[in-house]
Nanobody, 119 residues
Framework: QVQLAESGGGLVQTGGSLRLSCAAS????????MAWYRQAPGKQRELVAG???????SYTGIVKGRFAISRDNAKGTVYLQMNSLAPEDTAVYYC?????????????WGQGTQVTVSS
């Protein structure tokens, strides 16, 4: 059974930093694209950043220059370094991955980790 497990969320003051991690586990042949999404209360889930297997990254405009996505293919882990955090960044952060397992290629979601930025 494939699972994505996030960690690293918490409470931080405005201007602070957090680093999120998401590790894939299970019977996995390969991991393709990985990404971080977030969902604030009353809002739709939105894409924050993505990274290909080769390391090509993309970001939504409001986090450019503040957040950095990276991955360790050997560990099956994706990271999100978040700097200069603002209250508007408060949300549940989810990792997502497209990967190949026994059941073929499909997308998976983590359970989410809460990030709260106090003003």
């Amino acid at each position: 059974q494939v699972q994505l497990a996030e960690s690293g969320g918490g409470l931080v003051q405005t201007g602070g930093s957090l680093r999120l991690s998401c590790a894939a586990s299970g019977s996995i042949s390969s991991i393709n694209n990985m990404a971080w999404y977030r969902q604030a209360p009353g809002k739709q889930r939105e894409l924050v950043a993505g990274i290909s297997r080769a390391g090509t990254t993309s970001y939504t405009g409001i986090v450019k220059g503040r957040f950095a996505i990276s991955r360790d293919n050997a560990k099956g882990t994706v990271y999100l370094q978040m700097n200069s955090l603002a209250p508007e960044d408060t949300a549940v952060y989810y990792c997502a991955a497209t990967l190949m397992s026994e059941g073929g290629e499909r997308g998976y979601w983590g359970q989410g980790t809460q990030v709260t930025v106090s003003s």
